[in-house]
């Protein structure tokens, strides 16, 4: 399936391919959840990665592209609206096989909420600081089961004291977590 335009995203090219390879096991047990779509690059990867295999994706961002997340998008030729949800269904959702079913949820992710669905592909590329991390992580977890894989894409974003949260969570929850670059992968 050929891109009909370049999706711009904040993830590097490793985290897309560590995302793919790990989406690849998918095996429609849960949903996917991913909190901090942006344009929807990351979900096309996993679109990519899981195939045909049924699937209900659960995209959560608040759609409205700040200043530099507009910048970004420019740069790739990407002209964003004040409200991104249509340019995502155009060039992402269209583009995905028709066993993938995606729910797009507006709104702040610290108000974020879950219907209590088990989750198989939960990441996280937002929530970079409490009260919003810590709101993240006690609404969709509990919905995680043996199995779930976990992909939280900012753990390691930054060194500054109030971007430590992540990493202080996966250090007293899951110490064999894996790293790469700023981001961390595991399976609960």
């Known amino acids: 399936m050929g891109l009909t335009v370049s999706i711009p995203t904040m993830a590097s090219a490793q985290h897309h391919a560590i995302i793919g390879e790990l989406a690849a096991g998918f095996r429609g047990w849960g ?16 679109s990519e ?36 949800r249509d340019w995502i269904r155009q060039n992402v959702i269209s583009q995905m096989p028709d066993a993938h079913v995606v729910h797009l949820h507006q709104g ?6 879950w219907c209590g669905k088990p989750i198989e592909l939960f990441i996280l590329d937002g929530g970079k600081t409490d009260p919003t991390f810590s709101h993240v992580v006690e609404t969709f977890s509990r919905c995680w089961k043996a199995g ?19 990493r202080r969570w ?19």
Do not use: M
Request: glycine share 4%.
């Open 170 to 188: 996966l250090e007293a929850n899951f110490p064999n977590h894996s790293r790469v670059e700023s981001g961390a992968f595991f399976v609960a």
């Open 108 to 113: 702040r992710l610290r108000k974020a909420e």
């Open 49 to 84: 990665a899981i195939g045909t295999t049924a699937a209900e994706f659960h995209c959560y961002d608040n759609f409205a592209p700040n200043d530099y997340e507009k910048t970004l998008a420019l740069e790739s030729q990407v002209i964003l609206p004040d409200d991104s």
């Open 31 to 46: 949903a996917i959840v991913e909190c901090g779509v942006y344009l929807g690059a990351t979900t096309l990867t996993v």
């Open 148 to 166: 779930t894989i976990v992909c939280l894409l900012d753990a390691y974003f930054s060194a500054a004291d109030q971007y430590l949260c992540q």
